[in-house]
Nanobody, 124 residues
Framework: VQLQASGGGLVQAGGSLRLSCAAS?????????MGWFQQAPGKEREFVAA???????YYTDSVKGRFTISRDNAKNTVYLQMNSLKPEDTAVYYC??????????????????WGQGTLVTVSS
């Protein structure tokens, strides 16, 4: 499975960005959970949002009401719409895929495949 993330960039606080992650590979299944994680400089990679094959969504508290995750199974693509961006959202964002479990969907350990990351910079 290969994951290709895109859509990062520089935006002012209060602005919006939409990240995309395209999945490919013979073994990829639309039944995988897809997630987004962020890693700020000097910090651990942290969970942001996830969506399972049933379109159930999961968010970390700091992005609820601002970020929306969605998926297009026909295109094997997951999106992260980020609105009302804040400087503290600045990070490299990684998409990930893995077999779904409600116990691990918000944890790095729940994902087997990772994309290369896309940088989001929010200026104040």
């Amino acid at each position: 499975v290969q994951l290709q993330a895109s859509g990062g960039g520089l935006v002012q606080a209060g602005g919006s960005l939409r990240l995309s992650c395209a999945a490919s590979g013979r073994t990829f299944s639309s039944r995988y959970a897809m997630g987004w994680f962020q890693q700020a400089p000097g910090k651990e990679r942290e969970f942001v949002a996830a969506i399972n094959w049933g379109d159930n969504t999961y968010y970390t508290d700091s992005v609820k009401g601002r970020f929306t995750i969605s998926r297009d199974n026909a295109k094997n693509t997951v999106y992260l719409q980020m609105n009302s961006l804040k400087p503290e959202d600045t990070a490299v964002y990684y998409c990930a895929a893995g077999l779904f479990s409600p116990h691990t969907v918000m944890a790095r350990a729940g994902y087997h495949y990772w994309g290369q990351g896309t940088l989001v910079t929010v200026s104040s």
